[in-house]
């Protein structure tokens, strides 16, 4: 096995602390949850090349539709994607993939998640990047 590049050690670092930070449990870095556990949004950042693929999703314990926000920033990086979702137990929703080069690992991400007047936030990067 070769060892983990300094810039990989940092993102898992910076990974640990944003979910940390973001109260997330168990399942992914950056997980909210509303208190009748109806949905549930996930901000997924897995290693691509040379920088990050982030991944929005939305996951319900019961069937559920509403709308999403999604918005990434940071070094030269503006993007903002959002629409309807429908999202039911063991069929989460992909909202979006976003890319980002290593000059844009200090990016933060929000993803927004609005069900019967609720809205449910999560939240990357807070800590030095994604």
């Known amino acids: ?3 983990l590049s300094l810039s990989t ?15 997330a449990v168990s399942g992914g870095p950056a997980l ?5 556990n109806e949905a549930r949004c996930e901000l997924r950042v897995e290693r691509a090349g040379g920088g990050v693929a ?12 509403g709308r999403y926000a999604l918005r990434v920033s940071g070094a030269g990086t503006d993007i903002r994607q959002g ?6 137990p063991g069929r989460p929703a992909t909202l979006g993939t976003v890319s980002l080069g290593s000059r ?11 069900v019967d007047g609720r809205t449910l ?10």
Do not use: E, I, K, Y
């Open 54 to 65: 982030l991944t929005a999703l939305a996951h319900a314990d019961a069937p559920v539709s």
């Open 83 to 88: 629409g309807s979702f429908s999202a039911a």
């Open 32 to 36: 909210a949850a509303p208190a009748r």
């Open 104 to 114: 844009q690992l200090a990016a933060r991400a929000a993803l927004d998640l609005t």
């Open 9 to 23: 050690r940092r993102l898992a670092l910076a990974l640990l602390l944003a979910g940390t930070a973001a109260g």
């Open 121 to 130: 936030t999560c939240r990357s990067g807070a800590a030095g990047g994604l």
């Open 1 to 3: 096995m070769r060892p």
